[in-house]
């Protein structure tokens, strides 16, 4: 039996050997020693059991490969995509290379005949679609503006630039919602959701697939206070109180992700958070010390299944 044994060990080693060292296909091993495909891909297996054979990776610098996984095994995601950055201050540099990482992301992933819903007043996803390259072939796709797009005129370029320049990009359709994030009152809003063409956008948010959102604090970013659709200081204040550590599409929630009902919520024009639950993939594209507690409240609430942000918020939602 000893003598079985050390044989065994010497074809596992051989087969073993020609695999890895020699770079010769299965198919070329069986041949060549006699034996069946499937009994060198079992040898194979046999190598690495037995320790014979033993593959690492090697991670490059600026790779987290590691922290992506316990992201998703500690919050339930489908994904996570962690980069590098230099500054965990540096709001700006972390919202670029994000937004470099999303594009890519979008880029690879996107499916045709997509659903696409896209926040507006996000500088991540701004960021996101300056980095991203025109694709080959046409999507089909619809994306759909999914949080009121107007505002201060001089901001309000970007909400719209936002939504026509992906639909370009993925050689798709955009379909604009035609009002403001927020309105002074509720009848504002019930008068605004009569129009022909903000029904038009409003009707495809529950066929969302692919939702792509920035994640904000409850202080609004400089972005979104530019462009008006902002509640007063009194208003955030109150929100505050009731518990809300941040919001999409100011769409406001708790540190569990549970939303925080207020006369507010009356007030906003967007997805809401459950039609946001619904999208097969609900990508969070958010990052910075400040956003820390938001972003942890949208995934214990399931609001995203996909996140991308840099390695020190990574880091800091991993902290028990």
């Not at 959701?193 to 697939?209: H, K, P, Y």
């Not at 208003?235 to 009731?242: F, G, V, W």
Request: glycine content about 6%.
């Amino acid at each position: 039996m000893a003598r079985t044994r050390a044989e065994e060990f010497r074809l596992i080693a051989k087969v073993a050997y020609m695999y890895h060292q020699l770079n010769i296909k299965q198919k070329v091993i069986a041949d060549q020693l006699d034996i069946s495909q499937a009994t060198v891909s079992r040898l194979l297996r046999q190598a690495q059991k037995e320790g014979i054979v033993r593959i690492t990776v090697t991670m490059p610098t600026g790779v987290y490969a590691d922290m992506e996984n316990e992201l998703c095994a500690v919050y339930g995601l489908k994904a996570a995509i962690i980069v590098d950055c230099e500054d965990p201050d540096d709001e700006t540099s972390i919202q670029h290379h994000i937004g470099s990482a999303a594009a890519y992301y979008v880029e690879t992933t996107i499916e045709k005949n997509e659903q696409v819903g896209l926040s507006s007043w996000s500088s991540s996803l701004l960021a996101m679609v300056n980095a991203m390259q025109p694709l080959a072939k046409s999507t089909n796709a619809q994306v759909v503006q999914v949080l009121g797009g107007v505002g201060n005129p001089s901001a309000e370029i970007y909400a719209s630039r936002i939504t026509e320049r992906f639909a370009n990009l993925v050689h798709g359709t955009a379909i604009f919602l035609p009002a403001p994030g927020v309105v002074s009152s509720v009848a504002m809003r019930e008068a605004l959701q009569e129009d022909q063409f903000v029904q038009q956008a409003v009707r495809l948010f529950d066929d969302v697939s692919l939702a792509l959102v920035g994640i904000g604090s409850v202080e609004p970013s400089k972005l979104l206070a530019s462009s008006g659709n902002v509640f007063a200081p009194e208003e955030l204040q109150l929100i505050s109180e009731a518990g809300a550590v941040g919001d999409v599409c100011l769409r406001f929630f708790d540190a569990e992700g549970q939303p925080v009902r207020t006369s507010y919520d009356e007030r906003v024009i967007s997805i809401s958070l459950d039609q946001l639950k619904k999208a097969k993939r609900s990508v969070g594209i958010a990052g910075g010390r400040r956003k820390v507690q938001a972003i942890r409240g949208a995934m214990r609430g399931k609001l995203i299944n996909v996140l991308i942000t840099d390695h020190f918020t990574a880091k800091q939602l991993l902290e028990k």
